[in-house]
């Protein structure tokens, strides 16, 4: 007799309404918009290498040194999304190719989500 599957606690259901919006791009306990994000520093130049369920991979043309690359990661992320550098903030990571980066604003997990798939091609 085959055993049935237990939904996990803290997992989405595969399928469901949340399985996408639960991948790099969500919405924290005080309602800003973060995205995960892996970042390639030294980069010829700025882009979106990849959106996966995991993590937004982002190559940055500034090297990894005196937060050269995370400042322009804050600028580049800025004009992808069409805001301001002010409502787009490190939250973890300044030391870490992994980084958490939170927005302040009006926009959907869905609709960053969208604006990052259309910026990596």
Excluded: C, F, W
């Amino acid at each position: 007799m085959p055993k049935k599957e237990k939904p996990v606690k803290g997992q989405p259901v595969v399928g469901g309404p949340a399985a996408e919006a639960s991948g790099p791009v969500a919405r924290d306990k005080n309602g800003a918009v973060t995205i995960t994000i892996h970042a390639k520093p030294g980069s010829k130049h700025n882009a979106i290498t990849d959106v996966s369920a995991d993590a937004v991979g982002v190559a940055i043309a500034a090297p990894p040194t005196d937060g050269e690359a995370n400042a322009e990661l804050i600028r580049y992320l800025a004009e992808v999304l069409d805001l301001k550098k002010s409502h787009v903030a490190l939250d973890k990571g300044s030391r870490s190719r992994d980084k958490l980066v939170r927005l302040d604003s009006t926009l959907s997990p869905e609709e960053v989500l969208r604006r990052l798939r259309q910026a990596s091609g």
